[in-house]
């Protein structure tokens, strides 16, 4: 089983950026579909992006040309690009690694760092 841990997270004005690191450990990623999710306390949690094995991307339309993931399997980790921050992008922010489908249950999941959006 993977274990997942992010960083990066912050308080940054609208329009900055941030990146998102998640470290994998226990396991190599390589053969793991990798994704970012993130949660408002209240809501369910949604996937922001993804990153397939071969490197494919998907991601969510709110977030499409502003943000970018993205694997390095040599350092086992994956990176969440966060550019032109707005305060809707406030949330806890989650890694997770499953073996077929980001989208279904089970998986593994990092605990999850704040991002916080304002001035």
């Known amino acids: 089983q993977v274990q997942l841990v992010e960083s990066g997270g912050g308080l940054v004005q609208p329009g900055g950026s941030l990146r998102l690191s998640c470290a994998a450990s226990?396991?190599?990623?390589?053969?793991?579909?990798m994704g970012w999710y993130r949660q408002v306390q209240g809501k369910q949690r949604e996937l922001v992006a993804g990153?397939?094995?071969?490197?494919?991307?998907n991601y969510a339309d709110s977030v499409k040309d502003r943000f970018t993931i993205s694997r390095d399997n040599a350092k086992n980790t994956v990176y969440l690009q966060m550019n032109s921050l707005k305060p809707e992008d406030t949330a806890v922010y989650y890694c997770?690694?499953?073996?077929?489908?980001?989208?279904?249950?089970?998986?593994?999941w990092g605990q999850g760092t704040q991002v916080t959006v304002s001035s």
């Open positions: 990153i397939a094995v071969d490197s494919s991307t």
């Open positions: 226990g396991s190599i990623i390589r053969p793991y579909v």
């Open positions: 997770k690694a499953a073996r077929i489908n980001i989208l279904t249950p089970g998986g593994s």
